[in-house]
């Protein structure tokens, strides 16, 4: 029986270990084409050697989400190798913990770039491409922690707070447009 993901274009960030490499895998078996995404090569390639077969095509492409013109390049390498995109899993984060009171601000900085506008962007970017072919689906991976604080987690509940508000009203913004 044929799998709905079968023949779709699929960009997974933070593809190279994790919760990233899990779903890569899943939509691989599922007969997907892939874009791996994040900072390390090695583990990119080393996740696309693994689960490559005969009739797929994966792309890997080293970027560090957190960098404007490397979303960029990213997303002009979709658009040369594959014309557009089915399915964007904005995975790629990190976690942080440290009191509220104590914690640093540019460490707070850079887990908001990395949790909340990395997901935007790369979602600003997609949205073009899946309205062109009439529809696609955004996944954000977030955590429970952005719906309920955790002592000593508070930048990063805030964070996916954040990631999840965006997700809920992106839903509501993109219904009757094929994207989901």
Same mark, same amino acid.
């Given at each position: 029986?044929?799998?709905d993901?079968? *023949?779709k274009t699929?960009?997974?960030?933070?593809?190279? #270990?994790?919760i990233?490499?899990?779903c890569?895998?899943?939509?691989?078996?599922q *007969?997907a084409? $892939?874009i791996?995404?994040? #900072?390390?090569k090695a583990?990119?390639?080393?996740t696309a050697t693994?689960i490559?077969?005969?009739?797929?095509k994966?792309?890997?492409?080293?970027?560090?989400?957190?960098?404007?013109? +490397?979303?960029n390049? &990213?997303f002009q390498k979709?658009n040369?190798?594959f014309g557009g $995109?089915?399915?964007?899993?904005n995975?790629?984060?990190?976690?942080?913990?440290?009191?509220v009171e104590?914690?640093?601000?540019?460490?707070?900085?850079?887990?908001f770039?990395?949790n909340? &506008?990395?997901? &935007?962007r790369?979602i600003q970017?997609a949205?073009?491409?899946m309205?062109? +072919?009439? *529809?696609?689906?955004i996944? !954000?991976v977030?955590?429970?922690? *952005?719906?309920?604080?955790?002592p000593?987690?508070?930048?990063?509940c805030a964070?996916?707070?954040a &990631?999840n508000g $965006?997700?809920?009203s992106?839903?509501?913004e993109?219904? !009757?447009?094929?994207?989901?």
């Amino acid at each position: 029986m044929p799998s709905d993901w079968a *023949g779709k274009t699929v960009l997974v960030t933070g593809a190279s #270990r994790g919760i990233g490499k899990a779903c890569a895998v899943l939509f691989a078996e599922q *007969g997907a084409d $892939l874009i791996l995404a994040s #900072r390390s090569k090695a583990d990119l390639e080393s996740t696309a050697t693994s689960i490559a077969k005969e009739d797929q095509k994966v792309l890997v492409v080293p970027t560090d989400v957190t960098e404007p013109a +490397q979303v960029n390049h &990213l997303f002009q390498k979709i658009n040369e190798e594959f014309g557009g $995109l089915d399915v964007l899993v904005n995975n790629a984060g990190r976690s942080m913990s440290g009191s509220v009171e104590e914690i640093d601000l540019e460490k707070i900085e850079f887990l908001f770039r990395l949790n909340f &506008l990395a997901p &935007l962007r790369c979602i600003q970017q997609a949205i073009p491409l899946m309205r062109e +072919q009439g *529809g696609g689906h955004i996944i !954000n991976v977030s955590s429970i922690a *952005g719906k309920r604080g955790v002592p000593f987690y508070g930048s990063y509940c805030a964070s996916k707070a954040a &990631l999840n508000g $965006l997700t809920e009203s992106l839903r509501v913004e993109l219904k !009757n447009t094929g994207i989901k």
